[in-house]
């Protein structure tokens, strides 16, 4: 049986197509998948990598911001408290400023907490006072040695006010040359009326005070050098 040079060309035609499929469903095919999946690897390596060096970036900055808050701490010793303690923080406001000034109130308000504000504790405190210009910057010197963290975030002066001035007559007495004693007397009246306070030097302040501290629970146990038994009729704090 003779074969023609036709047949003799297709058939080694599909001998060729027939290794070159072989080549690759059983050798270039497994290479591909496998180079496919390398790739993969590489890629979610890499992305390993550059979340490893981004955790190193934002490790080593943190320990530079702790750092930093440790130096913080550092300056600010003892000035701040382990909690707010309200009855000596009134106390010694109180005292300090009515040492420099008049008719002073107090008011304490706690302001929200954000949560970059960590173990740190921000508390508003507001004094109204009239004093004098000498008598405000000796407050504020005061408050620089205070015990606590405290800073100035406002200040308000104002000259529009009034202070109440207590009038009185004194009583006289005269006599004459005979030898007789004539007492002439007048009634003793009081009255209390408004004058304007640039006649005395006084001015009005309002003056807002950042109160910071530690957020650590207040103790139960605690003691007041101030709080004296039966004082003003009993424990004023509970």
């Known amino acids: 049986m003779s074969i023609s040079k036709r047949e003799r060309i297709l058939i080694f035609a599909v001998i060729i197509i027939a290794a070159i499929g072989a080549y690759y469903m059983l ?3 497994p290479c591909l998948d496998d180079i496919s999946a390398l790739n993969a690897d590489v890629t ?14 934002q490790s080593a900055q943190l320990l530079e911001d702790i750092a930093k808050m440790e130096t913080d701490l550092a300056l600010y010793g003892d000035t701040i408290t382990h909690t ?12 300090t400023v009515n040492t420099y000034a008049d008719k002073s109130t107090i008011d304490f308000e706690r302001t929200e907490q954000t949560e970059e504000a960590g173990l740190i504790q ?3 405190i ?4 009239v004093a004098t210009y000498d008598g405000l910057k000796q407050l504020i010197a005061a408050l620089e040695d205070a015990p606590y963290l405290m800073r100035i975030s406002e200040l308000s002066l104002s000259t529009d006010i009034e202070v109440p001035v207590v009038n009185q007559e004194e009583t006289a007495d005269t006599g004459d040359d005979a030898g007789t004693d004539t007492t002439a007397s007048t ?11 640039s006649l005395y030097k006084l001015i009005g302040v309002e003056m807002t005070l950042d109160f910071y501290c530690l957020s650590e629970p207040l103790s139960d146990d605690a003691i007041y050098s101030f709080d004296t038994p039966r004082q003003y009729g009993g424990d004023i704090f509970y």
Do not use: C, G
């Open 84 to 95: 707010f303690d309200q009855p000596p923080v009134l106390v010694y406001l109180s005292d």
């Open 187 to 197: 009634d003793t009246a009081s009255s209390e009326t408004q004058v304007d306070a």
């Open 27 to 29: 050798y270039l095919k």
């Open 122 to 124: 921000r508390y508003t």
């Open 126 to 129: 507001t004094v109204r006072m």
């Open 44 to 57: 979610v390596l890499q992305q390993e990598k550059d979340d490893a060096a981004l955790q190193n970036a």
